[in-house]
């Protein structure tokens, strides 16, 4: 089942602790609410998106130019039966070196073909991660 969690990839020419920084600085590459603090190991914060989309989000691993991991506490996504699909999901952030660049490898471990969000979810983070993400870390805004 893990290999069917919702995955991508990109490389940039940024220094692994400069993704990680990015990464970390959600308010610049996510549009919608964000309160609370995203950079420090053990804090909650929560994103909301107009009335469609409100989470928080437990950093649970933080290790410097390596890896993020966000732990989903709390979900409301108002488009699906289920609207709690993604409590208790990971959003993981691998951070790694390969042929002289950088490459962030991006999963949301429970974010799964089987549930109703998976698209529509899939379809976000796609945009999120590979575009709004990756052209912050290249040139600070997204």
């Given at each position: 089942?893990?290999?069917?969690?919702?995955?991508?990839?990109?490389?940039?020419?940024?220094?692994?602790?400069?993704?990680?920084?990015?990464?970390?600085?959600?308010?610049?590459?996510?549009?919608?609410?964000?309160?609370g603090s995203?950079?420090?190991?053990?804090?909650?914060?929560?994103?909301?998106?107009?009335?469609?989309?409100?989470?928080?989000?437990?950093?649970?691993?933080?290790?410097?130019?390596?890896?993020?991991?966000?732990?989903?506490?709390?979900?409301?996504?108002?488009?699906?039966?289920?609207?709690?699909e993604?409590?208790?999901?990971?959003?993981?952030?691998?951070?790694?070196?390969k042929?002289?660049?950088?490459?962030?490898?991006?999963?949301?471990?429970g974010?799964?073909?089987?549930?109703?969000?998976y698209?529509?979810?899939?379809?976000?983070?796609?945009?999120?991660?590979?575009?709004?993400l990756?052209?912050f870390?290249?040139?600070?805004?997204?």
């Amino acid at each position: 089942m893990s290999g069917q969690n919702y995955t991508t990839a990109f490389k940039v020419d940024q220094a692994p602790e400069e993704v990680f920084d990015a990464i970390n600085n959600v308010r610049g590459w996510w549009t919608g609410a964000i309160e609370g603090s995203t950079d420090e190991l053990g804090a909650e914060f929560t994103y909301q998106y107009e009335n469609l989309h409100k989470s928080t989000q437990k950093i649970t691993e933080l290790v410097p130019g390596k890896k993020v991991v966000w732990h989903v506490t709390e979900a409301e996504i108002n488009f699906v039966e289920d609207k709690s699909e993604w409590k208790g999901t990971d959003i993981v952030f691998d951070i790694a070196e390969k042929d002289g660049k950088t490459e962030v490898r991006f999963t949301h471990v429970g974010l799964v073909p089987a549930i109703e969000c998976y698209d529509s979810c899939s379809d976000a983070w796609g945009y999120y991660v590979k575009s709004s993400l990756r052209e912050f870390i290249a040139n600070g805004k997204a």
